[in-house]
């Protein structure tokens, strides 16, 4: 069963430094979306994104974030300049049409961690 | 602004019960909503989406229910098993169909004791 795939599972960076996050979205999906969740916190929507540009996107998604689909196959999120409060599961998400029976399907996530 | 709540926070039941997780949220504009399964560490696995004109899903030991009017989401798990353990969240996408986040509640953590 086809998955979305996602690359590193684990980053350690410091505080500053830019970090960008892979994705390898459902082959057939025309939607993405990433999400993060704070340990202990509720999983939060940070931008969706349609035909090579963002659909919706969150409060949190702020000039520090940006979202890019480089190719066929890849979608990435990159932070420019990390902070402390940044740590946290990011999550990839792909679906198929944005219609009413669409499902999002999730991959494992890559847990961000800012020193 | 939406707002989803799932009760209990967690759960803890013997092998083979029959258990019912609630999910309410604030907004009923919604135009679909997602149970999913999550697992320490890890993604999130999908397990039904009601479309908001819907009242109810199944699939297989799992139904869930839909009451759009009242805010209110149930998933039904029949004859738990320990392999159940996780914790499940519901989340909610809101109406009009150009708006695609979904909001998500914090979870209810159920054990299922052998």
């Known amino acids: 069963e086809p998955e979305v795939t996602q690359t590193p599972s684990h980053q350690v960076t410091q505080m500053g430094q830019e970090v960008i996050l892979r994705c390898v979205p459902i082959?057939?999906?025309?939607?993405f979306y990433w999400y993060r969740q704070i340990l202990g916190q509720k999983v939060e929507f940070l931008v969706s994104?349609?035909?090579?540009?963002?659909?919706?996107k969150s409060e949190i998604f702020d000039d520090q974030f940006s979202v890019e689909r480089p190719d066929g196959s890849n979608f990435t999120l990159k932070i420019r300049s990390t902070k402390l409060e940044d740590s946290a599961m990011y999550f990839c998400?792909?679906?198929?049409?944005?219609?009413?029976?669409?499902?999002?399907?999730f991959g494992p996530g890559t847990r961000l961690t800012v020193l | 602004k939406q707002e989803v709540t799932q009760i209990p926070a967690a759960l803890s039941v013997p092998e083979g019960e029959n258990l019912v997780l609630n999910c309410s949220f604030t907004?009923?504009?919604?135009?679909?909503l997602q149970w999913f399964r999550q697992d320490p560490g890890k993604g999130l696995t999908s397990l039904l989406l009601?479309?908001?004109?819907?009242r109810e899903q199944t699939s297989g030991r799992l139904n869930a229910s839909l009451d759009k009017s009242s805010g209110r989401s149930t998933l039904y798990i029949a004859a738990s098993q320990p392999g159940d353990s996780a914790t499940y969240l519901c989340?909610?996408?809101?109406?009009?169909?150009?708006?695609?986040?979904?909001?998500f509640g914090k979870g209810t953590l159920l054990t299922v004791n052998p």
């Open positions: 998400a792909s679906s198929v049409s944005g219609g009413r029976a669409d499902t999002q399907y």
């Open positions: 082959s057939n999906h025309l939607y």
């Open positions: 994104f349609y035909n090579n540009e963002i659909s919706e």
């Open positions: 907004d009923s504009a919604i135009y679909n």
């Open positions: 009601i479309q908001s004109s819907q």
């Open positions: 989340a909610v996408r809101p109406g009009g169909g150009s708006n695609y986040k979904l909001t």
